[in-house]
């Protein structure tokens, strides 16, 4: 009968923590240029600011997660918005996103490979 109940408690134990999901989605290239372009996602650019001024996603803002002001900006951000984040290989952006959803925001997009992937497809940067 024990192990029955330790049997029941683990299984229920373990759907409850797959099914509380994840607050960000990892999106390729082409995911990710539908979902920035959807009305009300807000495109963050996590790169430096040198990195961003050399190309960046139509629509996006600088927020360095290298800065130490990072946390300081994505709270001022609205934690009810939808965010598309990236950055040049997806290392920071995944770095940007973990802190995000650690923060209460509920719907954040990733690029999974980064602008550099974005370049690879031919899809278009603008430089400021």
Not at 4 to 18: F, K, P, Q, Y
Request: some cysteine; overall charge neutral.
């Amino acid at each position: 009968m024990k192990k029955i109940a330790l049997a029941l408690i683990a299984a229920v134990t373990l759907t409850a923590c797959s099914s509380s999901g994840s607050a960000v989605t990892n999106l390729d290239s082409k995911a990710f240029s539908g979902k920035s372009q959807e009305a009300g996602v807000v495109t963050i650019d996590v790169r430096t600011p040198g990195e961003y001024m050399t190309g960046h996603i139509t629509g996006a803002i600088n927020i360095d997660v290298e800065a130490a002001t990072f946390d300081n900006e994505i709270a001022k951000l609205d934690k009810t918005k939808t965010y598309a984040v990236y950055c040049h290989s997806g290392r920071r952006s995944g770095i940007a996103t973990a802190a995000m959803a650690k923060a209460g925001f509920t719907s954040i997009f990733n690029l999974s490979n980064g602008v550099t992937d974005w370049i690879a497809q031919d899809l278009p940067l603008v430089t400021s």
